[in-house]
Each structure stands twice: as C-alpha cells, then as structure tokens.
C-alpha cells in the first residue's frame, strides 16, 4: 500500500500536507479545516479518496492554533466555552485572520491564486470556510462545508465581499449541530444571490459519511479542472 507522500515546511499553523500520489505538478490545493476538538491530521483522512480522482491536487489540513479547552489532545478555531454569543464572533474573527495569513502563505509556497483553492471544512471548521468564502478579497475556486453553520449572519452579511460557489452537507440526525442550520444557511445564500447547493444525508449524525464524502468530490471535480 502506497502511503501518503507527505511534504515537510513550516507555515504559520501546525499542517499536515497530502502531496498527489505520483509527483504530479501542484496546480490546485484543498484546504481542510477540521472540527471543534479535532486535528489537521484527522480530517486530512478526506484526501485518501478524493486524491485518486484528483491527481494535481495537494491537500493541505492546518491544526487550529488553540488547544481545544474541552479536548486538549485536539485543537479550536475558536472557543466554544461560553455561550455568549459576542464573545464567539470575535473569537472566531480572530481566527479568520490566522487563517488568511495561513492561506497567503499557502498560495506563496505553491504559486496559487484563489480561484485554484478550495476551502473544505467539517463543523467548525465548515463555519470558518464559509466565512472565508465570503470575506476575502477574491473568490475560492469552492467551498465545500460538512456539518456547520454561518456563526453570525448580521456580521456576515456586513463584511461580504465575494460570492464563493457554495456545497454544503449535513446529517439529517446530527445532535450537535442541528440540520435546520444547514437551511438557514442556503436561505442567507439565496437571499445574497450566492451559488448554493444542499445535501441532507439520511439517518447521519454529526460525522462525514462515505455518502458525504462522494458529493462533496464530485462537485470539486466539476470545479477544479
């Protein structure tokens, strides 16, 4: 069994990198952004399948830059301790702009532009792809998100800027982040007039099915070529 080719640099974020499998030229990359408690090299699983399917492609799962307050073996984008709803759109702002000098760092080392890169993420980190999907000062190629949330549409709403085509996935079950946020969200999208497309997956808690997994490739396919 091949192993993963695994590329060794320093960015401003701890990293786990996926090379493609046969020393392809980089021409695009997936930024995986893992979840509330999770870790670069945990959600870097996704790239297992997607790589085979997308040969010019690294894959590229930073750890969040805290450590999870709840689970200190994983990392946060943002703090989830408090319920207060301020406190967690700052948190998650400051986090949003790690990300963006992670990203610049990223299209540095790799000669990319954004419309090359597409930002994936699960749970926290799909609340944060949305952000950045929306806020940065040029489009994604895509945003693929699996089980978040828009964290704060009045804020979101004020910043945007862009309008990143959109794919967002969601267990019908999912006991942590209730499915009805994935219909909030295509709402905000439509209304915004932003390229939107929804999956619910049936009888799926709060995890990425193989089901999932697939959609979400097959409309990366349609987006990177």
């Keep these: 069994i091949k192993k993963h080719k695994l590329f060794s640099m320093t960015f401003c974020l ?15 990359a997936i930024i995986l952004l893992h979840g509330y408690g999770g870790d670069g090299k945990d959600i870097s699983s996704l790239s297992m399948n997607w790589r085979r399917y997308l040969p010019n492609t690294i894959f590229i799962s930073p750890n969040g ?3 999870c307050q709840i689970n200190p073996s994983g990392f946060q984008w943002f703090d989830l301790t408090k319920e207060d709803p301020d406190y967690i759109l700052e948190q998650s702002r400051n986090s949003e702009k790690r990300l963006v000098k992670f990203i610049e760092q990223v299209k540095k080392k790799f000669n990319l532009k954004n419309n090359k890169i597409c930002l994936s993420g699960f749970s926290q980190g799909c609340m944060m792809s949305i952000n950045l999907g929306l806020t940065s000062d040029q489009e994604y190629n895509c945003v693929v998100g699996f089980s978040g949330k828009i964290i704060n549409q009045e804020d979101l709403r004020y910043r945007k800027k862009i309008s990143t085509d959109t794919l967002l996935i969601h267990g019908d079950s999912d006991q942590v982040v209730h499915p009805s946020f994935m219909l909030e969200a295509k709402d905000f999208f439509i209304r915004n007039d932003i390229s939107i497309e929804t999956h619910l997956i049936k009888d799926c808690d709060h995890n990425i099915p193989i089901q999932a997994s697939s959609i979400a490739l097959n409309y990366i396919l349609k987006k990177i070529k």
Excluded: A, L, M, Q
């Design 14 to 28: 701890d990293t786990t990198i996926v090379g493609p499998k046969n020393s392809e030229d980089i021409t695009s």
């Design 65 to 67: 830059h805290e450590k």
